[in-house]
C-alpha cells in the first residue's frame, strides 16, 4: 500500500482533498468514485513522510497563515482545511490532512502533532499550552516571532559563507579558463625549456593535460564536489559555523536558548519542561549538555547552579540568570539575556563580514597572480635567453 495525496471534486462541484493508501491508482480513483468524488488528481507520498525534515521557513508559512485565518474569525478545522488546499509541500499536505482527520476524530492539534516527528517538541507542547489555556492566537503569535527569528539568524549565517564560497566559484572557473584555453597555447613554448621549467608551470602543464585528456572524469568530478557541498551546506550548514572562534559560535547558541527559554517561561511552561524541549534546538555534540541541566534542576538545584556546571554559558549568562530567579522575573531575565546576545552576534556578523570580504578577495588575487606567473614567467625568460 502506498500513500497518497488526492484532490477532486464532490457531487456539487465543490473541490475536496484528502489522504488515501492503495495499491494502484486505479484502485483508489474507483473507492473515491464509490464516495462520489471525481475528477481525482493523486500526488505521491513518500512512505517515509513521518521522517521528512520541515525547514523554518515551511513552520513559518503554516503558523503565519494558521495565526492570520484564526485572528479573522474562523475555526480552526476550517483553517487547517484552508492551508491544505492552498500550499504548495504535497508531503506537508498529507501530514496536515492526516492531523485535520485527528481533529475530526476528537483530538486536539498538539495531541495530533505529536504523533509526527517532523514537528519540533518546542512547537507542539507550545501549541497545547495555548489549547488548554485558551490563548491558542497569542502562543501561534509567539511562535512567528520565534520563528521570524530563526529564519533572519539563518539568513545572516547562510550571507556570511555564501560571499567566500562564490569567490572561490568565480576563481575555480577563472583558474580552469586558463588551464583549458591559454596552457595550451604556450606548451610549445614550454617544452623547449625542458627540466628548466619553473616548478609552478610544470604543475600548471600537468593539471591541463590531465584536464584535457580525461575532460569526462574531471566534470564528473566536478559535478560531484558541486552537490557533496550543497548538500554539506544545506544539512551542516549551522555546524559550519562552529569553524569560526568559539565566541561567535557561543554567542549564537546562547541567543537561541535565551530567546526560545523566554517564550516558552511567557507561554506558561513548566521550568524543568522549558529546558528539555530546548534540547532539540541544538547540534547534537551540544544536546548532552543541555540534558545535564535538565536532570540537575530536576533533581532541586538552581538554576544558576546547573549552568555555573556548564562550559557552554558565560559568567554573564549564569549572572543574569541569578538575579532573574532571585527576583522571580525568569522569563523576563532570559528575554533581556536574548536581547543582550542578539546585539553581540549582529555586531560580530558585521565585523566578520568586513573582514572575510578583503581576505578572499586577498586569496583569490594571490591564486590569480600564481597562474600568471606560472605562464609568463618561462616566457619572459626564454626572451632573456634569447636576447
Not at 127 to 139: K, R, T, Y
Not at 220 to 247: E, I
Request: aromatic share 12%.
Amino acid at each position: 500500500m502506498r500513500p497518497y495525496f488526492w484532490t477532486g471534486k464532490n457531487t456539487h462541484g465543490h473541490s475536496v482533498e484528502g489522504t488515501l493508501e492503495c495499491k494502484t491508482l486505479q484502485e483508489g480513483r474507483l473507492q473515491l468514485n464509490q464516495k462520489d468524488i471525481f475528477d481525482v488528481q493523486f500526488f505521491s507520498v513518500s512512505p517515509h513522510y513521518q521522517d521528512i525534515l520541515l525547514t523554518d521557513e515551511h513552520l513559518l508559512d503554516f503558523l503565519e497563515t494558521l495565526s492570520g485565518l484564526l485572528a479573522s474569525g474562523m475555526d480552526l478545522l476550517n483553517a487547517l482545511e484552508f492551508i491544505i488546499r492552498y500550499h504548495k509541500h504535497t508531503q506537508f499536505r498529507f501530514i496536515l490532512s492526516l492531523v485535520s482527520d485527528q481533529l475530526r476524530s476528537g483530538k486536539s492539534m498538539g495531541e495530533a502533532f505529536q504523533t509526527f516527528a517532523c514537528f519540533p517538541p518546542m512547537l507542539t507542547y507550545l501549541i497545547q499550552v495555548g489549547e488548554v489555556s485558551g490563548h491558542l492566537p497569542d502562543v501561534l503569535r509567539t511562535l512567528v516571532e520565534f520563528y521570524t527569528f530563526r529564519r533572519n539568524t539563518a539568513r545572516e549565517r547562510s550571507r556570511l559563507l555564501r560571499y567566500p564560497l562564490m569567490v572561490l566559484g568565480v576563481g575555480t572557473i577563472l583558474v580552469l579558463g586558463i588551464l583549458i584555453y591559454i596552457i595550451p597555447r604556450f606548451k610549445r613554448v614550454f617544452s623547449i625549456m625542458g627540466d628548466d621549467l619553473f616548478w609552478l608551470t610544470q604543475i600548471m602543464v600537468s593539471a591541463s593535460n590531465t584536464i584535457l585528456n580525461h575532460p569526462l572524469a574531471v566534470i564528473c568530478g566536478s559535478l560531484s564536489l558541486l552537490m557533496t557541498t550543497k548538500y554539506l551546506l544545506k544539512w551542516f550548514g549551522p555546524q559550519a559555523m562552529s569553524l569560526l572562534p568559539s565566541g561567535y559560535w557561543k554567542n549564537f547558541l546562547l541567543l537561541t536558548y535565551s530567546r526560545s527559554m523566554s517564550i516558552m517561561l511567557h507561554s506558561g511552561v513548566p521550568l524543568t519542561e522549558a529546558i528539555r524541549l530546548t534540547e532539540s534546538l541544538f547540534p547534537e555534540t551540544k544536546q548532552h549538555q543541555i540534558h545535564q541541566i535538565h536532570r540537575k534542576v530536576f533533581e532541586g538545584e538552581t538554576l544558576e547552579s546547573a549552568y555555573r556546571s556548564s562550559s557552554m554559558f558565560t559568567q554573564e549568562f549564569v549572572h543574569l540568570v541569578a538575579l532573574g530567579e532571585s527576583s522571580g522575573y525568569l522569563a523576563s531575565s532570559f528575554e533581556r539575556i536574548a536581547a543582550f546576545y542578539q546585539n553581540h552576534w549582529e555586531k560580530q556578523t558585521q565585523r566578520w563580514t568586513l573582514l572575510l570580504e578583503p581576505l578572499v578577495m586577498t586569496l583569490l588575487s594571490t591564486v590569480i597572480f600564481m597562474v600568471l606567473l606560472s605562464i609568463y614567467l618561462p616566457v619572459f625568460k626564454m626572451a632573456e635567453y634569447y636576447h
